[in-house]
């Protein structure tokens, strides 16, 4: 079993959609928590992180961590076309360097 | 430059051929990573270096597999006597502090073995 898992959909959704896009995990040394988006042929690039449990809003993204159920989500609101891509979870330990884990991505499509 | 590049983008090489993957991290950036990322996965962690010295490689997946970055910039990631299992894009970041949650990735160097 690996330790971040993701649904890797694919999710359809109609323009102005709320989407919800998840990941468990199972090393409670994870402290720090980021999804990167993912556009098709380039890197990816990072949307929001997150220490320890908690929310952290930025426009239309709110990235929430749960500890205590090891489950980290990220919900966009409105969601746009150009939202379409792969959304990435990675996580990290206090003393593991700066290496990620990352889940397997989940792909998402937002139809207009 | 103004993020970082990595070359060549596409590779296409022969079952037991040697390969050279290049990496320009963000001038200034003091730790390097290169990650795996197979097709319809998610970026796995290879190795990570700080300036010149390679502080992990224990995500390398065989002795094939050897990172350098001589003068604590540009990196290089060498893959001998490819396989076809070693198919995959291979993908350098950098962040300028060791500890900094920002990331940034190159575009990718695509990989193909025949």
């Known amino acids: 079993q690996k330790e971040v898992e993701q649904d890797p959909g694919p999710l359809s959704v109609p323009e102005g959609a709320i989407v919800s896009l998840n990941c468990t995990y199972s090393?409670?040394?994870?402290?720090?928590f980021m999804w990167y988006r993912q556009y098709s042929r380039k890197g990816p690039e990072l949307l929001m992180y997150?220490?320890?449990?908690g929310n952290k809003e930025d426009g239309r993204f709110t990235a929430q961590v749960d500890k205590s159920s090891k489950y980290i989500s990220l919900f966009i609101r409105d969601s746009q076309p150009s939202d379409s891509a792969t959304y990435l979870c990675?996580?990290?330990?206090?003393?593991?360097?700066?290496?990620?884990?990352f889940g397997g991505g989940t792909r998402l499509m937002v139809k207009p | 430059g103004a993020g970082v590049s990595q070359s060549p983008r596409y590779k296409v090489a022969k079952r037991g051929q040697d390969v050279a993957l290049r990496c320009d991290p963000i001038?200034?950036?003091?730790?390097l990573f290169w990650y795996q990322q197979a097709l319809g996965q998610g970026p796995e962690f290879l190795t990570y270096f700080q300036n010149e010295a390679q502080l992990d490689k224990s995500g390398l997946p065989s002795d094939r597999f050897f990172a350098e970055r001589p003068e604590g910039s540009v990196s290089t990631l060498k893959i001998q006597r490819t396989q076809k299992e070693d198919s995959a894009v291979y993908l350098c970041?950098?962040?300028?502090?060791?500890?900094?949650?920002?990331?940034?990735f190159g575009p990718g160097t695509r990989l193909t073995v025949l």
């Open positions: 990675a996580m990290r330990g206090d003393n593991a360097g700066n290496m990620l884990t």
């Open positions: 970041a950098s962040s300028f502090l060791l500890q900094s949650n920002e990331q940034f």
């Open positions: 090393n409670s040394a994870f402290q720090y």
């Open positions: 997150t220490y320890s449990s």
């Open positions: 001038s200034g950036h003091v730790s």
